[in-house]
Each structure stands twice: as C-alpha cells, then as structure tokens.
C-alpha cells in the first residue's frame, strides 16, 4: 500500500475507517528530530488538517521509541558549524509545528511505545488522547541540556499536571515512569506495552465512526485556552531557548553527552561574566 503523504521521516497509512497512523521513522535514532523531520512534522499536520478523508489520526513511533525529543549529534554537529542565523529551525519550524498541531480539527491518539523525551513529549501530549507503554518513561529534560524547554514543556506542563508541579519537573529535568504520568494527570491510560498501538487504534476508531463536527468542535473548545498560551507564549520561549542554545552550559552538556560523562555545570558563565 502506497504512503499517504510521502514525507521522509514519517510513514503514513489510512485505513478504510478513516483512521491515519502517522509514524515518527528514525528508529536507530529514537526517533530523534533532525532538520527533515521537523520540516515533516510541519508537512504532517497541514496535510492531515487539509484531508477530508482522515476522521481521527494516531501518531506513535517506530522501533523501542516513541521519540527521544533532539538529536545529540544534530546538536554536536551546530557547535561545530554554528547555528544559523536568526535560529529559523527554532522561531520557525519549531512554532509552526505547535500551532500546526493545534490547526489539526480531527481527534488525534497518541500511541507512546517507548520514550517520549523533550519535543517527543510535547509532540505526545499535543494529542487528544495519549496511551503511554507501562515501560515507557515521560519527560522534559531540556534543562540538562543547559536549554530552556522552550518548544512546549512551559507551555503544555502547567496546564496538564498543575504550576508548582510543572516548575519542579521542568527545574530538575525528571523522567517521570508510566504510573506517576497516569497519576499526574499527564496520560490518559498507561497500557502493556504489547497493546499500546492497539489500544489507540481502537479509540481512534470509535472517535472516527462518531458525530464528526460535534466531536471535532468538542475539540476545538477544550483547546481554546492552549491555542491563547500558545500565541502568548511560544515565541517567547524560544527565544529564550534560543539565548541557551549559545551558553557554556549547553557545550559543556553535550560533550558530556557525547563523551558518556556526568556535565560540570559550575563551569558555566555566571550572570553578568
């Protein structure tokens, strides 16, 4: 069967109840986000929105991972060559992706097999409904990066598992597993991991075979309050995410990463040096 949309790093596939499965595809990378994919994140959601024929979708990850958010050696590559001026990768690809998301009007299941880390959480809980792997672990932890979590962990985080809360994963980077995120509120149903794209399949197709505009303007409601934080804040978060980009903290954390050491963060510019 051919590839719905033909895009590079994700495979799509429609079923005959109206249900695309869109599958993130860098399995020897955990799916780690390169400039490809975030073009066809981007691609993903405007064809999925513009698609009369897709009544529910489902997005999940190929191999062990679900996605493991940025490619460290993306990241090692950019020290190297240095970022592109004016970071378009992050004030626009990053932010057209996130409001892409939120443009798509059809129910949308994620179906978290294995890691979901920085953007893939992000991409995981900008989903109507998430069913997470009980192997699975859940986080943000671009703080270890020395970076701001600026492509959605401050946007989304607070809404879904309450500010005090949202502040102290996002401050120490903490991987939550699979029954603390269904106790947090962050998923909906933790799942074996054997059943976890069944799982979201079958919910997809219950919401596909439903009163379409009821279901989908139901959606529209309840995202209201997301798309205003969305507006409000993503460009500010990643320009400040943008500043850490170019920080001591963040060389230093990814050769620590490439060099399987534990970062000295001490080490960074202080305020004012």
Known sequence: ???????????????GSGVLTATLNR??????????????????YQRIAGDAEVRA???????????????????EENLET???????????????????????????????????????????LFCDIVYLSEDARIGDPH??????AGDGGAVLWPLLVGLNR????????????????????LVNHVVPADDVLASALAAARRLAG????????????????????????YDLAFALEAITFD?????EAVDAFLNKRTPDFGRGRQPGG
């Open 27 to 44: 399995p020897d990378r955990g799916n780690g986000l390169n400039k490809q994919m975030h073009l066809d994140l981007r691609d993903l």
């Open 82 to 124: 240095g970022y592109p001026e004016g970071r378009p990768d992050l004030l626009d690809d990053g932010i057209d992706i996130a409001r892409g998301a939120l443009r798509v009007r059809q129910p949308m299941v994620a179906a978290v097999n294995g890691h979901a880390i920085g953007l893939g959480a992000t991409l995981a």
């Open 166 to 185: 949202a502040k102290e994963l996002l401050m120490t980077g903490d991987l939550l597993d699979a029954a603390q995120a269904e106790r947090y509120g």
């Open 210 to 233: 439903g009163p379409r505009h009821a279901i989908e303007f139901n959606k529209r409601l309840c995202n209201k309050e997301l798309e205003d934080r969305v507006s409000r804040l």
């Open 57 to 75: 979708a489902v997005l999940t990850g190929a191999g062990r991972s679900f996605c493991v958010g940025a490619d460290f050696a993306v990241m």
């Open 1 to 15: 069967m051919a590839d719905r949309y033909g895009l590079e790093t994700i495979t799509t596939d429609l079923d």
């Open 143 to 148: 703080v270890n990066a020395g970076l701001v």
């Open 247 to 251: 920080t001591d903290d963040h060389r």
